[in-house]
């Protein structure tokens, strides 16, 4: 329930990496909500994705995805991005581009955002949950940047 709560929140009404609307996937990876199409590219790219309507969520997921979202992923994650540079990617082959700046090249990445938001998430499951093993996602994000 509280993850579909998340698509109520207008930024969370779109998928993060491309232009549809209604999506029904959580990328747990980054805290962001996407599309069905998109589900299977970010997996290309190890992150990972849980569908909303058949997945069940652990506490620290839960707690990561309230403190994430679409809106804080794009200020991270697009930060630098101007949609005077082109527009947002369409078919398979533009959103596998857009990932690939986005993801492995960094290109609109503000890193301070970033790791300040890693580190305000990671303080709070470890606040509230004792189980190290339940936040290991998060961890990932440290492999994403190295």
Not at 14 to 28: I, M
Not at 68 to 76: E, K, M
Not at 88 to 102: A, G, I, T
Request: charged letters at 25%.
């Amino acid at each position: 329930r509280k993850v579909r709560d998340l698509l109520l929140l207008e930024d969370n009404k779109k998928c993060f990496d491309c232009p549809t609307k209604s999506p029904f996937f959580v990328n747990t990876t980054l805290q962001t909500v996407i599309c069905s199409r998109c589900s299977g590219l970010v997996r290309e790219v190890g992150h990972r994705v849980k569908s909303i309507s058949a997945s069940k969520f652990t506490g620290p997921e839960l707690m990561a995805l309230e403190q994430g979202g679409n809106a804080t992923a794009r200020r991270i994650w697009l930060s630098h991005f101007s949609t005077h540079n082109g527009s947002e990617p369409e078919n398979d082959s533009d959103v596998r581009s857009f990932m690939r700046q986005k993801y492995f090249e960094y290109k609109w990445l503000d890193r301070e955002a970033l790791y300040a938001h890693d580190k305000m998430v990671k303080e709070m499951i470890k606040s509230s949950f004792t189980d190290v093993s339940l936040f290991f996602f998060l961890f990932f994000f440290l492999f994403l940047l190295t």
